[in-house]
């Protein structure tokens, strides 16, 4: 299509412009006129105006360049992002942060005073590791490192790191809890080589033999506070059935055995299983400990727990299992007491 020098097509008339206004006022008008004479209004035009935010004065492209343009358009974020100049603040967080060579301490509300080089003594630590620089520590309204822990035995830990001194018996444990908590490894090591953690690993030994000691451990709670509170009772008693060896044998015929251990085929075996009437049984193991041993066991671990157990031998099982055999394994009674 080529166009001339007056704006019109060859043999088609030029296109009709109007202002955006000019149809409404037309129909209007017209609409105006006939209700003055009386006359009936014919269905009026559907008039379509399209308003455009360009200038009169901006050019229009081609309808390839207008697709191009719209898709560039919806390319273009909706929002702008201001800038934040957030990678300044990062690495203002990550600078290290500098330590006074003089530390004061917020441990649980009990102040110390200690030399940075004191808590960095060793480097795989907790406390090293919290006054390396690399972590920001919340301060107190005076100004003192607060650590959200105990502050009992704070001050144990810090003799430790100052000249190796280890506490007093009485604060052993309570001191290797926190050990363990700010992961103090040299000092972990020293105090499981002293008492009375010593006698607590080879006591463990022992208690490795039998896998169900603690579960065994918590039916016996459990049993005598259902039992307690059922009676509206003080105290509860419990039969428990504590043996090392399984010889389901009369005390005369054992001197017939040379062996600890009577030898027996598996099916002459199956013929002497059974299980004591009891609430709980321990046993057997194979140890040089013996049953008075487990049972100081069972009464100190209940003690640790705050629970008052006493208890006495009332006798054998003597349950009869074939022929002449009857089960001596010893039945204790357990009494526990609550207030």
Known sequence: MQHNGAGETNGEPPPLSFSAAAPLQMATSRVRRFAQEGRTVPPQPRVMVVFSAASDTEKQGDAMSGADNEEEEYRKPALSVPNLNLGKSLRTLDAPEEFPEVIPLNVGGTYFTTRLSTLRRYEDTMLAAMFSGRH????????RYFIDRDGAYFGDILNFLREGELPQRDRVRAVHRDAQYYAIGPLLESLEDTQPLTGEKVRQAFLDLLPYYKENLERIVEIAKLRAMQRKARF????????KEEM??????RPLFNSLRFERSESEAKLFEHHC??????????????VYDLLHCIVSDLADRGISADQQCIGVCDKHLIN????????????????
């Open 248 to 253: 389901p044998i009369t005390p005369y015929e």
């Open 324 to 339: 002449h055999y009857y089960c001596k394994r010893p039945i204790y009674e357990f009494k526990i007491t609550w207030w």
């Open 236 to 243: 509860a008693k419990l039969k428990i059935c504590v043996y």
């Open 136 to 143: 920001q520590i919340p301060r107190d309204a005076e100004g």
């Open 277 to 290: 009437e009891v609430d709980v049984s321990f046993g057997p193991w194979e140890a040089v400990a013996d």
